[in-house]
C-alpha cells in the first residue's frame, strides 16, 4: 500500500520524467536544467527540484502535455505537492492548513489578551509619550524574554531542518565547493533570477507574461529585511546608544521600519491581488491556505507596525503594541510549519543548483545540431 | 444559424480556416492591414494551435550571429539545403521561404513570441534554427493572444466544412451548419494525418499501425474540398513525414517524448522475429525519419528494438520505460516468435551483452501527409492551368509538400507556415480591399 507520501513523489517523478524528455522548457528556469542533470529523479532529487521551483507558472501554460493531453502534465501543482513534503519531512511536523491558521490567529491574539488581562486598564489605555513609553505598557523583561522564546525556538527547529535538508540534497559536496557558489546563490536570491522566465517574464495570472509577481515579491523580500534591520538597530540604539523605545521618527529604527513595513504591505497586497485575481488551473488547491496564512500575517504585522508608529502617542498605543507583537509571534510560532518555510529550503536548493552549475560549466564539445 | 457562428449579415473579409502557426500569422497579418479577420479551429481552445503546439524551433537563414542564433546561415545556404533534400521542391516558394525566413524571428517577436537565448547554453548547438522559449504551445498562447488583442474573431470548435472560389465557406459548430461569405479564405488546416479512412486509402493496411503525433484535427477536410474544386495538387498522398514512435505512445499528440531511439546500437526484429536491417547507419536526427519509414513497411506496422545493459544505459531517461526480459525464452514468448530461431538471430546479430534482454516496442508515427495544394508565392491556390482561383489562398502544412516533399530538415515545417502564413494573409486582405 503506496503512503501518500510516495504517491506524491511517483507522481511527480513521473511528470518531470516527461519534461526530461521533452526539454522544451528548459529556458525558463533552473528546475528543468537540474533536472537534466538528474534523469534518475530520485526522491532526494525532486525534492530538491521542488524547494527550486518558484512557481511562475510558465512551465503549465507552455506544456503540450498538460490537461486535457493524457500526460497530465501539471508541474507547478505536482512541485508545490512536493515542497509542501519536503517542510514536512524535514520539520517533522506540520499542522493541518486549518490549523496553521488557527494557529496564527490564537498567537496574534494571544498577547492582546495577556494584556487586556495582566496590564491594568489605567496604564492600557493610557497616554505614554517619549522614550520608555513602550516598556510602560508591556515591562522590558517580559517582552525581552518573550521574544526570546518565540524566536529562538521556531528558528532553531527551522535551522535543524535546513541541515537535514541540505544531507538529503547535498550530501556530496565539499566545503570549498558550497563556499564558491555562496555568491551566486545570493544573487539569485536577491535578484529572484528564476522568476524571469528566461527574459519572457511569468505567467502570474495567465498565459501572459507579467513581471508584476516578481516586483511584489521583491518589496516582500526587501521590505521584510528592512524590518528586520529596523528590529537589530533598535537593538542597537538601546544597547550601544542607551536610547529608549519609542524612538524619534528621524532614527535608523523608525526610519527601518516605516520604510521596510510600507514596503512589506504594499507587497503583500500585491501578491494577495494577483493570487486572488490568478487562474487556478495550475494550482494544488490544498496548498493555497497556507500561502494566503503567511500573507495575512505579514500583511498584519506590517499593518498593526505602521499604525503603532502613527497613533503611538494616542491611547491606542497599549493595545496596537500588543497586537502588532501579537502579528510578530504569530509569524515566528507559524515559522516552521507554514509556507515560510519555502524561504530557507529555496535558499539551499539554490546554492545546490548554484554548485552544480559551476561543476558543469566547463566548455565542451559542441553537439551536432538537433 | 448555430450561436456559435457570428449572424451580423454579412462574413469577415477574411475566413482564415485552421488553428496552428499558419493560421494564426495570417489572421494576425491580415487584420493588421486593417481587414475583418475570423480564424476557424476545429479544436477546442485547450487543444489550439495544430501541430504547432508541438513544434520547437524554426530554421532561419541570417547573415551574422543574434542572441538567438549564432553565427551565420546564408539565405543562398539554406535555399541549397532545402533544394538538396528535395530536388523536386518549386523554386520559386523555395526562394521565398528562403528570403523570407530572415525576418521570421523579427516579425514573431514582435506578436509576442519568445525566443530562447542561445547564450544561455541550454540548447543543442544549432546556427540554423532559433528556439522557441517553452517550445510550441508558448508561441500559439503569444500569437493566439495577439490576434484576439487585435480582434481577430476567434471560433474554436467550429469546422470548415466547404471552400468554394470567391470566398465562399460552410461552417458547422455543435449547433448545427452555417454558410458564410468571406472577400477572402486563407486554408491553413494541414494535412490528413488524423484521418484514419484517408491513411487507409494512401498507405493501405500499414495505415493501421500509424501513431497520429500530432493534432487529432488535422482530417484533411478542406484539402479534400480544396482539390475537388479544382485546385492543383502538390506531392503525394502516399508520402509522409514518418518517425518511430513507442508502440504505447498516444494515438494522437504524443509530440516529441514519444520518439523512440536506441534501434542503432540495438537489434530490431519485425513481428515475425526478422532483423530489420538499417542500410544507411544514420547517426544524425535523420536516423527518426529513416526508422519511421523502415517501420511502416514492416507487416503490422510494428517492430521490436532489442537492447542489452548497455544498450539500455545509452538510451538514457524515457517516457516510456523498456520492457526488460531475464532470458531469451521469455524474450520469444513476448513476442511470440519462436525460441530456437530468435535465439540463432540473436547469437548472429543481437547485442553482444545479453540477456538480460530489454525491448522497446515501435510503430510508425506520422507527422504530416505529403499531399497539398499548389500556391504561388503569395499563397494564391493555383488550379491545373496554374490560374489562381479567386478569392482562394493556402498557407502552411496544406501547401509544404511543394518545398517539403523530400528529407525533412529539422525547423522547416515551421518557418514554412510562419513565411507562408503571413504573405497569404497580406495578399488575401489586398485581395479583399481590392
Known sequence: ?370 | MPAAIPSDGHGPDILVAGGGLAALCAAIAARRTGASVWLVDAAPDTLRGGNARHGRNLRVAHDGPTAHVPDRYAVTELEADLRRADPGADPQLLHRLAMDSRDVPRWLAAQGVAFQPHAAGALPYSRRTVFLLGGGTAMVNALARTARRLGVRVLHETTVEEVAPGGHAVLRAREGRAEVCARAIVACTGGFQANRPWLRDAFGCAADGFVNRGTPYATGRVLRALLDRGAAPVGHATHAHLVAVDARAPADDGGIVTRADGMAWGLVLDRDGRPVRDATHETGSARYSGWGRRVAACPGGLAHVILDNAGVARLGRRVYAPRTMADTDTLAQTLGVDPARLAATLAREGPAGGPPWHVLSIRPGITFTGLGVRVDPDGRVLDRCGAPVPGLFAAGMIMAPAVLGGRYLSGTALTVCAVFGRRAGEAAARHAHA
Open chain 1, 1 to 370: 500500500m503506496p503512503t501518500p507520501d510516495t504517491m506524491i513523489l511517483d507522481e511527480a517523478r513521473r511528470q518531470m520524467t516527461v519534461c526530461v524528455v521533452c526539454k522544451y522548457c528548459n529556458g525558463y528556469c533552473d528546475v528543468f536544467r537540474a533536472a537534466d542533470r538528474r534523469p534518475a529523479l530520485s526522491d532526494a532529487d525532486l525534492l530538491f527540484l521542488a524547494n527550486l521551483c518558484h512557481h511562475c507558472r510558465n512551465c503549465w501554460y507552455a506544456c503540450q502535455y498538460r490537461p486535457p493531453h493524457a500526460f497530465a502534465v501539471a508541474l507547478p501543482a505536482a512541485l508545490a505537492r512536493v515542497r509542501v513534503l519536503s517542510w514536512r519531512r524535514f520539520v517533522g511536523l506540520r499542522p493541518s492548513p486549518g490549523g496553521l491558521a488557527g494557529l496564527a490567529l490564537a498567537a496574534t491574539l494571544l498577547v492582546p489578551l495577556l494584556a487586556v488581562l495582566l496590564v491594568p486598564a489605567e496604564t492600557l489605555f493610557a497616554t505614554h509619550r517619549g522614550p520608555g513609553a513602550f516598556h510602560a505598557v508591556i515591562p522590558r523583561d517580559a517582552m525581552v524574554w518573550g521574544a526570546a522564546l518565540a524566536i529562538l525556538g521556531p528558528v532553531g527547529w527551522v535551522a535543524v531542518a535546513m541541515v537535514r535538508f541540505w544531507r538529503a540534497i547535498g550530501a556530496d559536496t565539499s566545503g570549498p565547493q558550497v563556499a564558491a557558489a555562496v555568491p551566486l546563490a545570493l544573487r539569485d536570491i536577491v535578484t529572484l533570477r528564476n522568476l524571469s522566465g528566461g527574459g519572457a517574464g511569468c505567467n502570474d495570472r495567465d498565459d501572459a507574461a507579467s513581471g508584476a509577481r516578481r516586483r511584489a515579491h521583491h518589496l516582500v523580500l526587501w521590505g521584510f529585511l528592512l524590518t528586520v534591520a529596523a528590529t537589530l538597530a533598535a537593538a542597537g540604539a538601546h544597547h550601544l546608544l542607551g536610547m529608549r523605545a519609542p524612538y524619534p521618527w528621524i532614527s535608523a529604527p523608525v526610519l527601518l521600519g516605516t520604510t521596510g513595513g510600507v514596503a512589506l504591505l504594499a507587497g503583500v497586497a500585491a501578491l494577495a491581488w494577483i493570487k486572488h485575481r490568478a487562474d487556478p488551473a495550475p494550482e494544488a488547491p490544498e496548498t493555497r491556505t497556507a500561502e494566503w496564512t503567511l500573507l495575512a500575517v505579514l500583511g498584519a504585522a506590517a499593518a498593526s507596525g505602521l499604525a503603532l508608529l502613527v497613533l503611538r502617542e494616542t491611547a491606542a498605543m497599549g493595545m496596537l503594541l500588543a497586537l502588532h507583537l501579537g502579528t510578530v509571534l504569530a509569524f515566528f510560532v507559524t515559522l516552521p510549519f507554514g509556507k515560510m518555510m519555502h524561504a530557507p529550503f529555496r535558499a539551499l536548493a539554490l546554492l545546490r543548483a548554484a554548485i552544480d552549475r559551476q561543476e558543469t560549466a566547463r566548455p565542451h564539445a559542441r553537439p551536432q545540431d538537433p
